[in-house]
Structures are given as C-alpha cells and as structure tokens.
C-alpha cells in the first residue's frame, strides 16, 4: 500500500480541482494550446533541474513510495506526472478564482480586448 503514496497524492490533487473544470466552467480544458504552453514552460526546466539535482546526489526518491516505475533519466513516473498535474491544478485554481471574481484577460467568448485595468473586476 505504501507504493501508492506518491501516485494517490496526484490523483488526489486532480479530483479536487477537477470539479473546478465542471462547476464553475473553467474551460481549461478548452485551452489546450494555453495549457500545454503553460506545461512545456514550467515542466521543461524543472524536470531538468530535478534530473541534475537528482543525478548530482542533491535528493533522491524512496521507491518504497512509488510504483516502481522508472523511465530512463532516473526519475519515477510520478515525478514526471508531478509536473503535470501540478502546474494543471494551478491554472485550474487560478481560473476558477478569475471565474468567481469576474476577471477578465481578453479572451473569453465575445470579448474584443480588456475590460478594466490589469487584476481589477470591471
């Protein structure tokens, strides 16, 4: 059971925020070119950094608390997913705060540009 620690911490996390996505009509998955942007920008240099850090002696991970699942490079596959499901959590967050506030960026439906100055509700 141990072995499920870190994949049920991420599973966790998706099921928390996915309602976000249903309720409040985030459409984050709607934007699939924003988030895979928002991934490849935070994924690429931190999966980098934890290679290196990982590979120079820095940190390691206890495979007791995984699944034992680990791709070349050295990372376990829940490391990988890491930087996935928690820069999606984040944008889901950040767009359901805009949801229930009513901030907008200038791109959403019917929308020609910004209304109001930058992080203020029309």
Request: aromatic share 10%; net charge positive.
């Amino acid at each position: 059971m141990r072995s499920l620690t870190y994949a049920a911490m991420l599973v966790f996390v998706v099921v928390a925020t996915l309602p976000l996505e249903v309720v409040l009509r985030t459409r984050v998955y709607a934007r699939l070119r924003r988030l895979a942007l928002v991934l490849l920008c935070v994924g690429v240099p931190f999966v980098l950094w934890d290679l290196a850090a990982t590979r120079a002696g820095h940190w390691e991970f206890d495979l007791t608390q995984t699944l034992g699942i680990v791709p070349p490079g050295g990372l376990p596959i829940e490391e990988w997913m890491f930087f996935v499901v928690v820069p999606l959590a984040s944008v889901m967050t950040l767009e359901a705060v805009r949801a229930v506030r009513g901030w907008r960026v200038g791109d959403e439906p019917g929308q020609s540009g910004r209304s109001g100055r930058s992080g203020e509700a029309p």
